[in-house]
């Protein structure tokens, strides 16, 4: 199974990117940075569909595992990863007319963050999860640390070979 990271956070080299590479080590995704990429908000018009969105997206559209990674900032993820996701309906309306979002299908996904909060979001997660469902995509698993100062490695151990299983266990499904 293919697999790439989709990832952005404020602070390129902080406890998100720091979480996200422990389980890397073992994943061996491809990793996105949003921020070595130019996708602009979404505008009604479409005067910006040739910015930087379709050809990463005709990239990501090799895998068949997504992940987004991204802290909780705000109940939300990052501003740049919501401009991402607002996206997706130039995916369904216009990307090679609408192809590329039904390539979505069928694909799964999953997250990776961070946050001060001992629980991820409610809302965090719902916008993930219903998004990628929208999609028609399915929703696997989350990989979550509490960092409320710095990430700690040892500390989030158990619930990385835990998310590592989970994502192994989908390519043994599939
Ligand atoms: C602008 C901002 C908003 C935040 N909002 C939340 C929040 O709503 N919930 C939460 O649990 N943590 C929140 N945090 C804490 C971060 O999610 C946490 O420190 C995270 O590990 C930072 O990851 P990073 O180093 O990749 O930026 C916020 C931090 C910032 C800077």
Known sequence: MKTAIIFHSANPNGNTRRLMEAANETLGAEVYMLDDYNVTPYDYEGRNLDDDYFPL?????????????????????????????????????????????????GKTASIIATGYSPEVNDSFLDMIVESVKYLGMSYESILYACCEDTFDERAASADIQKYIAHVRAISVSE
Do not use: C, N, Q
Request: charged content about 30%; proline content about 4%; overall charge negative.
């Open 57 to 105: 997206w005709r990239e990501l559209l090799g895998y068949d595992h997504l992940v987004f990674a991204s802290p909780v900032y705000w109940y939300a993820v990052t501003g740049p990863m919501k401009i991402f996701f607002d996206r997706f309906v130039d995916l369904m309306e216009k990307g090679d007319d609408g192809d590329m979002g039904r390539r979505l299908r």
